[in-house]
C-alpha cells in the first residue's frame, strides 16, 4: 500500500508540475488543482497509513491512527479549495479583460 | 495568560467581520470603522511592546491547550517590533486610502482589515502550520487588494502573483508535513528540541523540508530566482495597496529570521545553521539585481518596486551575517526602509496624477503644478531610500557594515552595499531631475493641480516616522540590540512555550 500511495503522490505531482508549466491558464489551474491533490494525500500518509484504527480514544482499540494529518488535511483541502475557485474565476476574469487565455495575456503565434 | 498576546490578531478580525456587517451604502461610516481599527491596532501594538520590553516571552495557549498540544499564539520582543511596524505603516496607507482608493470597490476596506489580521498572526503565532495558515489569510486578502478597481495590466500582474504563490503554498505544505512525519511536531519550540535530537537516519529529510522551508520563504520575501513576481505586482496595484505590501516581503524576512534562528539555529545538532551557506550570496546579489532594476525602470512605480526588491536584500544581507550585531543592524534597517518604500509609492502616485497622460512613465511632462512642495518631498523620500546621511538608512547601513566586520566574507558585503548605495542615488537622481528640472517644452500647460495639502499628509506622516528613526536611533537601536540578543537565546523561547512556569 505504500508503494501506491507514493505512486500515486509522484505522479499527481509530475502531472501537476508540468501542467502549471503550461502557457494557457485552464492547464495552469488544472495543474495547481493536482498538485494540491497531490499534497493532501502526502499530508495524510505523514501519519503514517494505518488500517482501522479509531484516531480519538475510544475503550477497546487495540491501537491508534495519527488524528493530526487528518486534522491539517481537513485545513489544507478547505483552503486549496477556496484558492482554486478564485485562482478560476481570476483566469475568467483574464480571459474577458484581455481577451485570451495565455498567461501573459499576449496570444503568442 | 495575557489577552493582550491574542487581541493584534482579533481586533483586525472582528473589524472585518463588523464591516462585512455594515451593508450600509455610507462610505464614510466604513471608513472611520476601519481607521478606529487601525488605530487601536497601533495602541495595542504599542502596548504589547511595552508589555515585553522587559524581556518576557508571553505565550497564549488558545482553548487552555498547552504546547505542544494546542496551537500557541507567542509575543516575545521581535514579535511587538514587526506589530508596531505593521500598524503604522497600516495607518499611512490607510490614511492614503481613504482619499479615493477605496471607492473604486465596495469590500476595500474589509480586505484591508483581514490582511492586517493575517499579517499580525503570521508574527504571533508560534505554531509552523498555524503559520501556513496565516500566510493563505494575508495572501487571500492581498490578492483582493491587489486587483481592487480592476483594469487589463492589474489582472495580468495579478494571474502571475496568484499562481506563484499558490505553488509557495504548496512546497510549503510539503515543507512542513515532511517535519511533522519525520518528527512528529508542529510547534515551533517543540520542532526546536525535536530537530537538535534528530536520530542520523532522518538527518537527510530534515535538512531537505528545512532547505524547502527557506525555498517558501524566499519566496514570500522576493529572494533572487523567486523575485521576479515583485515588480510587476506592485507597480501595477493602487499606490494605498503597494504602500501596504511594503510590509509583505517583510513577513517573508521575518519567517526567516525566526525559523532559522530558533528551530535550525547554532544549537540545531546536526541541522545547525542550515541556510548560512545560502543566505548571505543570495541576499547580496538580490540587493544588487533590485538596484540594477530601480537603474533601468522606465517608471517611477517600477522603479520603486525595484527598490523594494533591492531593500529585501540589504535586510537578508544584515541577517545572513549570523551574528547578533548582524540581526540587530537589519531590524533597525527594516522599519526604515519599510516606511521609506511606502512613502515613495504614495508619492509616485501623486505626482503621476499631476502629470496627467503621462503618468509615472521616466519621460518627458508638463511641468508640475507644485513642483517645490513635491520635488522637496521626493528629495528627502529620496535621500531615506538611497540611504544617505542625515536620515535612518545611512544609520541602518552603517551598522550593517560594522556588523559585516566580523564576518570573514566581509569585502563582498562592503563591495555590494556600496554599489547598490551608489546605484540607487544614480537611479533616483536621473529620476528626479527628469521629474522636476525638465518639462516638455511643447506642453504649454501645466498639469492637473494637486487636490490639496490632505494627500500629502500620510507621505508626510511616513516621513517623519522615519525622521523619528533618525532622532531616536540611540534608544530604538538599543532595542534593536535587545531583540537580536533574545533572538540568539532560543532556549528562552522553548522553555517559555514548551515549560510555562516551570524552572529551567
Known amino acids: 500500500m505504500e508503494f501506491l500511495i507514493a505512486l500515486i503522490i509522484g505522479v499527481l505531482t509530475a502531472s501537476g508540475v508540468y501542467l502549471v508549466l503550461r502557457a494557457r491558464t485552464f492547464p495552469v489551474v488544472l495543474g495547481l488543482t493536482f ?30 491512527t495519527d488524528p493530526v494529518p487528518q486534522a491539517l488535511v481537513l485545513t489544507a483541502i478547505v483552503i486549496g479549495f477556496a484558492m482554486t475557485a478564485f485562482a478560476l474565476v481570476l483566469a475568467l476574469k483574464a480571459r474577458a479583460e484581455l481577451g485570451n487565455d495565455h498567461v501573459d495575456g499576449e496570444n503568442a503565434p | ?22 451593508r450600509h451604502p455610507n462610505l464614510r461610516l466604513r471608513r472611520w470603522v476601519s481607521l478606529v481599527a487601525v488605530l487601536g491596532q497601533v495602541g495595542l501594538a504599542l502596548a504589547l511592546m511595552a508589555a515585553v520590553s522587559a524581556g518576557d516571552i508571553l505565550v497564549y495557549a488558545l482553548g487552555h491547550w498547552p504546547a505542544p498540544f494546542g496551537i500557541v499564539l507567542v509575543a516575545d520582543r521581535l514579535t511587538a517590533w514587526m506589530l508596531v511596524i505593521t500598524s503604522l505603516l497600516a495607518l499611512f496607507a490607510l490614511l492614503y486610502a481613504i482619499r479615493g482608493d477605496d471607492a473604486t470597490g465596495r469590500h476595500f476596506h474589509i480586505l484591508f482589515q483581514l490582511q492586517l489580521f493575517g499579517l499580525n498572526g503570521a508574527f504571533l ?6 503559520l501556513f495558515v496565516f500566510f493563505e489569510i494575508l495572501l487571500l486578502a492581498s490578492y483582493g487588494l491587489l486587483l481592487h478597481g480592476g483594469g487589463r495590466e492589474r489582472t495580468r500582474a495579478g494571474l502571475h502573483f496568484v499562481v506563484i504563490n499558490l505553488l509557495g503554498s504548496t512546497l510549503f505544505l510539503f515543507a512542513v508535513g515532511t517535519l511533522y512525519g519525520v518528527l512528529g511536531a508542529l510547534n515551533m519550540a517543540d520542532l526546536a528540541v525535536k530537530v537538535a535530537a534528530t536520530p542520523a537516519e532522518n538527518v537527510a529529510l530534515v535538512r531537505a523540508a528545512g532547505l524547502l522551508l527557506f525555498g517558501v520563504f524566499a519566496l514570500k520575501a522576493a529572494l533572487l530566482p523567486f523575485y521576479l513576481w515583485l515588480p510587476a505586482a506592485y ?32 544549537n540545531a545538532g546536526p541541522a545547525a545553521d542550515l541556510i548560512e551557506p545560502w543566505l548571505l550570496p543570495l541576499a547580496l546579489a538580490t540587493l544588487i539585481i533590485g538596484m540594477l532594476g530601480a537603474v ?111 564576518h570573514p566574507q566581509w569585502p563582498w558585503v562592503m563591495g555590494a552595499v556600496l554599489t547598490a548605495g551608489l546605484l540607487s542615488l544614480i ?20 498639469g492637473t493641480p494637486s487636490n490639496g495639502i490632505g494627500e500629502l499628509v500620510p507621505i508626510i506622516g511616513l516621513l517623519l516616522l522615519g525622521l523619528g528613526l533618525t532622532v531616536g536611533a540611540g534608544p530604538l537601536f538599543d532595542q534593536a540590540r535587545a531583540i537580536a540578543e533574545q533572538m540568539w537565546q532560543p532556549q528562552l523561547y522553548i522553555q517559555a512555550v514548551l515549560n510555562p512556569g516551570g524552572s529551567p
Open chain 1, 35 to 64: 498538485l494540491s491533490y497531490a499534497v493532501n494525500l502526502f499530508l495524510f500518509a505523514m501519519g503514517r497509513l494505518t488500517l482501522g484504527q479509531p484516531p480519538v480514544i475510544a475503550p477497546n482499540a487495540s491501537g491508534y
Open chain 2, 1 to 22: 495568560m495575557n489577552p493582550l498576546v491574542i487581541a493584534p490578531a482579533l481586533l483586525p478580525l472582528l473589524a472585518a467581520i463588523l464591516l462585512l456587517l455594515l
Open chain 2, 125 to 130: 503565532t508560534g505554531d509552523l502550520f498555524n
Open chain 2, 235 to 266: 507597480t501595477h496595484t493602487s499606490a494605498a495597496v503597494a504602500a501596504l505590501f511594503a510590509i509583505m516581503t517583510k513577513v517573508g524576512a521575518y519567517s526567516i529570521l525566526r525559523v532559522y534562528t530558533l528551530i535550525f539555529g547554532a
Open chain 2, 296 to 406: 533601468a525602470s522606465t517608471g517611477l512605480r517600477q522603479q520603486t518596486a525595484y527598490l523594494v526588491v533591492a531593500s529585501v536584500g540589504s535586510l537578508l544581507a544584515a541577517f545572513g551575517l549570523t551574528s547578533s550585531a548582524g540581526i540587530a543592524a537589519g531590524l533597525y534597517y527594516l522599519p526604515h526602509t519599510t516606511f521609506a518604500a511606502a512613502a515613495l509609492f504614495l508619492l509616485a502616485d501623486v505626482i503621476a496624477r499631476q502629470r496627467d497622460s503621462v503618468g509615472d512613465r521616466l519621460a518627458l511632462g508638463p511641468a508640475l503644478a507644485d513642483s517645490r512642495r513635491l520635488g522637496g518631498l521626493f528629495l528627502i523620500t529620496a535621500v531615506a531610500v538611497a540611504g544617505l546621511p542625515p536620515l535612518s538608512g545611512f544609520l541602518g547601513k552603517f551598522l550593517t557594515l560594522r556588523a559585516a566586520l566580523a
Open chain 2, 427 to 446: 537611479a533616483l537622481a536621473r529620476t528626479g531631475s527628469l521629474l522636476f528640472y525638465r518639462a516638455d517644452p511643447n506642453l504649454e500647460v501645466p
